[in-house]
């Protein structure tokens, strides 16, 4: 018992640290309808300017003041102006989108700002880490956790209390519903959501300064990692209850440390529990907990009716001869294209137009997944490297021919895919959304590290495949591989776009309701189209590793999955191309950056990646799609507005 | 454009050539039309023809691409909803306008803090529970798991108990039982005798047709009737709607 | 329980698998297939809670084959908890819901939807982007159930000429051809309550639940919604359910009705009987006058 309790007890601060995060969510989630992802990096943002100050010689009030009182709530002015002023009355994933294009720029833009240098031991804001004030049973409970648990125990206290008892807490609550609604109400929809974003943007600078100490070193990635702690500690309270969300984080950091300390050390397994851990328990909360059912699919703005209807796709718009014209036009370019890369074309561009192409079929899963059954998944890398393990794996160990591989990495991937999408398909899109972003977790973390899949850093080979007679050891032959598997990935994806499938994700996407009432089974055919996205990422995974000839974990982490969803949104997740252009995008641009500018600018790519999600907020349909939309409605047309009265009654 | 405006208080409403449109689609044509003050007005025309357009533009939450529109003679033209709604006007749209993940009580709260003192709210609220008993009943509920009819109940509740100067209610009466429909007709003949202008879009011609005054008439997003209710019987209403006259009888 | 239900669906789908290859109308067993007088719908002592309320107590009602029957009662009666509990989308807290003769509760929607029972939704359900002509070809490509992931993936999934053939046929009875190529939003709640009850019809279901069909329809679209529910009742014998506020409607379509009140059934018999009750009146009516006879 004593023993239990040695271990529970510094569990406490460490819980406290999950349910500051979680109320964060809460907080966000209920004022602006945000899952507001880049809370941790707004936490990250003020931690890391409290830490410059102080060590710039400055008294810790006034580095409280410039980095908490005033400069947190500056940066949720910035946020709410910037981008979530956009978005109030879109769908919860469009939100989710932004957050997560939010969550690249910020680290990267303070990169810039302050530079990459290492920056250890932060120093606490109120009691000092390093003194002990008393013991509890023997165990030693220091400034540092004392500070934790004290305030968050204030926030949850006075948070709940403002939450339901003042009318600023009512109109937030209101706002996150409908901004139209509030203002019929008389109260100005932009003063009632910058101040939501004011405060929970300064709740998230608190909480940064406050659990900075926790960490040995200040980095954006631990305040990314805790996510799926404060996630599974916001699902503990239905996204609604404050209090059931300090109770959340609390107890999943004592189970946590209780785990940790009965576990034996030194291992994989043990040292990978505290990313995994929480996934475990959010999963278990999105099975069990049927109050979540209900919350997460948040009803839609009841005047949602006065938004313009969405533009319609440009390949709708084009007539019959311009349709023609451009079908031939794409033709002749892809033959032409295929043949120079084959000829002319120098061997560093092959290769970088391959790892393009490669690309193109991971990010054609999320046009599967995320354009056509409008699912979001924060972990096609990870699929991506569960493909390339696979592959490589079987390579390795029983000679097997990587073309061989490649199907037998669709297929693992798919089957994984299945086990993910199972528990969170029945709860809703951002349920998926955060399963997806705790697996991908879960596999940096413990996954990929173990030898038997992509051996951590190290990684692991995969020989480029031979058929038979012919080799693809060349660039120019393995480019030739890489489009005949482009080419059937695009018919797959096609096909169901036009088949039975295609239909019933229409409808499930335009009311799961609706669909359910005609007979169609939502689960059955969302799980389908999930585990084929995801053997569709796996495929392009393998691809991708055999073409670079060996693959490591650092391939396929998370953040290169959040940037796969944010780049794919960005240029347009609606259609076939949009995959294609977003792979050439991607690697060129990062061709660009890491070859002809200076290395300090290496976080520019980052920066506009996460600037394409602002885009992305104002055209949904991508980038591309909106030029040529733009290019079929002014230039072809000469700016024919279509004049109908009959819309809308 | 319609009624002969002799009095020297300034027409509640007022609209001078308004275009509307949604995004790409063009939604209402040089409209223009008056609504006297403390006069009731009703808005008739088959669906589609842009009558919640009208409603959405009087009230700020659809800008108008062109013209004037002009609130107790004040020009609103491209002020936000939340500053005409402080003017004193208020929108019932139409659907199910409430917060569904507010209790009753705080829905409508919301709307009454926001105008009145707390004292005057409190018996606004009151006043509202005595008017819809059902939603007395139904207060610490979530107006989401309301039946779609006390929603509408609750939409209601939110601009009749405080006596706006102008009230915009569309789709009045949609989905309530026949008794409602008398007890929601008898509150606006409350407010109206209490001196608020009222502009309403309803389905139910004869119904609207014994409150209004004045009668406009859309048709694909263009005003082509502006009368006063006098001239307007029932049928001849129909007529203007292309409507045949004979309701829906047993036999046919 | 569970397992006579799951065979007797699969036989279902299987049979209607068949069908597919002959004819595109057959592929529902036709309504009323001669099983004598057993109703085609029964609910029995159906209850449903949500937080303190009782929504439903103890609601029990039969609908024949072929029979329309109409729903009354005042706002928040519980009439569409009750379509609710019929259609799937909420299982009932006591009592059972029978459809032909098969226990359902207890089914998810899609299955339920699969044994013949269609809806309309009083707060319209469209699927948002697709088109009209679309919304009836989910419907109708569904009708089928087979499609499968790997047949699309064999380009085996575009829909058949018979199948274009049925929606144009649908879109014209409808009298939808203007906006059959017009996505959902662009279009006017009348039409797009029409093309709700038409994505139910494409399915010939053998019960048609209708949740105020009428409701915000201008004059026109309600003569027009009146006639499709006339030609519907005489050439597709479907069995319908209906809500509906407007009196003159329920006159004009069924043969009797059960009045709701406060989650309990507090009348039924023919129309006419059941409005000069009292306590119909009291709760429903108010003062409104006697309904047209």
Known sequence: ?649 | MSAPGAEALPAALQFEHVDAAYGRFRALFDVSFTVPSGSVTALLGPNGAGKSTVARVATGLVPSTAGRILVSGRDVTHQPAWKITRLGVAHAPEGRPVFASLDVEDNLRLTFLSQLSRKEAADALERAYARFPRLAERRSQLAGTLSGGEQRMLALARVLVVPPRLLVVDELTLGLAPRMVDEVYRALRDIRDAGTSLLVVEQQIPRALELAEFVLVLRKGRLVQARPASELSAGLAEEILSVPAAPVDGSS | MTEVTSTSTQAKETSAADAADSTATAARPSAGSGRGSRPLLEVRGVTKRFGGIQALSNVSLEVAPGETVGLIGPNGAGKTTLFDCVNGLMHPDAGTVIFDGQRIDGMPVYRRARLGIGRTFQKIELFAGATVREQLMVAEREKRGDGRLWKDLLWRGAPSPEEVDEVDQMVKSLGLEDVADTPAEAISLGQGRLVELGRALVQRPRLLLLDEPSSGLDSNETTALAAVLTVVRRDFGTAMLLVEHDLDMVAAAVTRVYVLDFGRMIASGPLDDVLSDDAVRAAYLGQAPLAPS
């Open chain 1, 1 to 649: 018992m004593s023993q239990f309790l040695s271990y529970a007890i510094p569990g406490l601060p460490y819980g406290c640290v999950f349910a500051l995060l979680g109320m964060g969510l809460v907080l966000t989630y209920q004022t602006s309808a945000v899952f507001n992802l880049a809370f941790g990096a707004q936490a990250y943002a003020s931690a890391l300017v409290f830490y410059v100050c102080v060590s710039d010689g400055w008294p810790t009030w006034a580095a409280f003041l410039v980095s908490v009182v005033f400069g947190a709530p500056l940066l949720g002015v910035v946020i709410d102006l910037g981008l979530f002023r956009f978005v109030r009355s879109r769908p919860v994933l469009v939100k989710l989108v932004a957050a997560l294009g939010l969550l690249i720029v910020i680290p990267a833009v303070l990169q810039v700002a302050f530079g990459t240098s290492n920056r250890y031991s932060p120093p606490s804001l109120w009691l000092s880490p390093s003194t002990v004030y008393f013991r509890v049973l023997g165990d030693p409970i220091n400034g540092g956790e004392l500070s934790t648990v004290i305030v968050t125990a204030a926030v949850a206290l006075l948070l709940s209390l403002m939450f339901h008892f003042t009318q600023t807490g009512l109109r937030m609550r209101a706002m996150a519903e409908s901004p139209r609604m509030v203002q019929l109400a008389g109260l100005s929809a932009e003063r009632v959501g910058m101040t939501s974003w004011m405060l929970s943007s300064f709740l998230a600078g608190l909480a940064g300064v406050i659990i900075a100490p926790v960490f040995g070193s200040l980095q954006s990635l631990n305040f990314t990692q805790l996510l799926v702690a404060a996630v599974a500690a916001a699902a503990a309270g239905s996204l609604v209850s404050l209090p059931y969300t300090f109770l959340g984080g609390v107890i999943l950091g004592i189970l946590e440390e209780v785990l940790g300390g009965y576990l034996p050390s030194g291992n994989v397994l043990s040292s990978g529990l505290r990313p995994g851990f929480p996934f475990i328990v959010l999963l278990a909360l999105l099975l069990f907990l049927p109050g979540l059912r209900r919350r997460w699919g948040r009803t839609d703005d009841p005047l949602a009716a006065c938004d313009p209807p969405p533009a319609p796709i440009a390949s709708t718009m084009r007539d019959p001869a311009l349709y023609r014209a451009t079908r031939i036009g794409t033709t002749v370019f892809v033959i032409a294209f295929v043949l120079s890369c084959l000829t002319w074309i120098t061997d560093n561009w092959v290769f970088t137009l391959s790892q393009a192409l490669a690309l193109s079929i991971v990010f054609l899963s999320l046009v599967l997944l995320t354009g056509m059954s409008g699912q979001i998944s924060l972990c096609q890398a990870a699929f991506a490297g569960v493909g390339a393990f696979t592959a490589g794996q079987l390579a390795m160990h029983f000679n097997l021919s990587i073309l061989v591989g490649i199907v037998a990495a669709g297929v693992v991937a798919a089957l994984v895919g299945v086990v993910v999408a199972l528990p969170a398909l029945r709860v809703g899109g951002l349920a998926l959304a955060l399963a997806t972003l705790a697996f991908g977790l879960l596999a940096d973390n413990i996954g990929f590290q173990f030898s038997w899949s992509l051996n951590g850093d190290s990684g692991i080979s995969l020989p480029r495949p031979t058929l038979g007679p012919i080799n693809f050891s060349s660039d120019r032959s393995f480019f030739l591989l890489i489009i005949v598997v482009l080419a059937i990935c695009i018919a797959i994806v096609e096909a169901i776009r036009r088949g039975t499938t295609g239909r019933q994700l229409a409808a499930l996407r335009g009311s799961e309701l609706a669909a359910a009432s005609i007979g169609i089974n939502p689960a059955r055919t969302k799980i389908g189209v999930f585990a084929l996205s995801a053997g569709l990422a796996g495929v392009g995974g393998a691809l991708y590793g055999s073409l670079d000839s060996s693959v490591s974990a650092s391939d396929f982490n998370t953040l290169v999955s959040l940037v796969f969803v944010v780049v794919v949104a960005t240029v347009g997740v609606y259609t076939v191309e949009g995959a294609i252009e977003a792979g050439l995008a991607y690697v060129l641009l990062n061709n660009l950056v890491t070859s002809s500018l200076p290395s300090s600018w290496a976080s520019l790519l980052e920066i506009v990646f996460g600037a394409g999600a602002v885009v992305y907020v104002l055209h949904p349909e991508g980038v591309i799609e909106y030029l040529k939309r733009f290019a079929i409605e002014h230039l072809v047309r000469g700016g024919g507005e279509r004049a109908e009265a009959e819309v809308l009654a």
